[in-house]
Nanobody, 130 residues
Framework: QVQLVESGGGSVQAGGSLRLSCAAS????????MGWFRQAPGKEREGVAS???????SYADSVKGRFTISKDNAKNTLYLQMNSVKPEDTAMYYC????????????????????????WGQGTQVTVSS
């Protein structure tokens, strides 16, 4: 059973930086596509960034140029480097794992697909103050 545990969330001022981590267990490193998603109160779950087994990345337009997704297969750990954060980045951030076959056919950042077919962590809260 795949297990994902996020860490690194917290409070930060606008313009600052934060690094989220996701420790994965229960599968061999590099066998799933991995992604970061977020959900703010009253809003839909939103895809932030994803990375496939070859390291190719996809980003939401709202975070391009500011956030970077990366992974360390040897450590089974996924990262999200968040720079120049804005108040609208405030949300619960979730790490997710999904078969790359499904992700490639149904959407690299489609929250519904990842939610229904993938594995999810419990989330880590990010709060950005202005």
């Amino acid at each position: 059973q795949v297990q994902l545990v996020e860490s690194g969330g917290g409070s930060v001022q606008a313009g600052g930086s934060l690094r989220l981590s996701c420790a994965a267990s229960g599968y061999t490193g590099g066998t799933y596509c991995m992604g970061w998603f977020r959900q703010a109160p009253g809003k839909e779950r939103e895809g932030v960034a994803s990375i496939d087994t070859d390291g190719r990345t996809s980003y939401a337009d709202s975070v391009k140029g500011r956030f970077t997704i990366s992974k360390d297969n040897a450590k089974n750990t996924l990262y999200l480097q968040m720079n120049s954060v804005k108040p609208e980045d405030t949300a619960m951030y979730y790490c997710a794992a999904l078969s790359c076959d499904i992700a490639s056919r149904r959407g690299w950042l489609d929250g519904g697909t990842w939610y229904h077919f993938g594995y999810w962590g419990q989330g880590t809260q990010v709060t950005v103050s202005s």
